[in-house]
């Protein structure tokens, strides 16, 4: 069995687009006005993002995006910051690590 999608309900498709995109390279595929885009990395994974009213996420809920350094880690947690996001420095957890909320309402992990 092959996972198709992952479809994130977020309140802004073109900010949350944008930031998939400048970050982790995604590459957007289709889109319906402003209410709904299709991305996808190099591996065929596909992210599609649905407007919506309300965003609310549970605590621990996140999608993520490992590298394939500390240092590649290291260099987005800068440029995240460069960027105005409010990121902690990355840490050593399961892995080195950092958390972000994306525009739209969600939560990115980074790691390696």
Request: aromatic share 10%.
């Amino acid at each position: 069995m092959k996972l198709n999608h992952l479809n994130l309900t977020v309140t802004d498709v073109p900010a949350s687009q944008a930031f998939l995109e400048t970050y982790f390279g995604l590459t957007t595929r289709s889109t319906r006005g402003s209410a709904f885009a299709v991305l996808s990395d190099d591996n065929g994974a596909v992210l599609t993002l649905m407007k919506g009213a309300e965003v609310s996420y549970p605590k621990t809920f996140h999608i993520g995006f490992i590298q394939e350094s500390e240092e590649k880690v290291n260099e987005i947690n800068r440029r995240l910051r460069e960027d105005g996001f409010d990121v902690e420095p990355p840490q050593r957890m399961h892995g080195w690590t950092f958390y972000v909320k994306a525009p739209g309402g969600f939560v990115v992990e980074v790691l390696s």
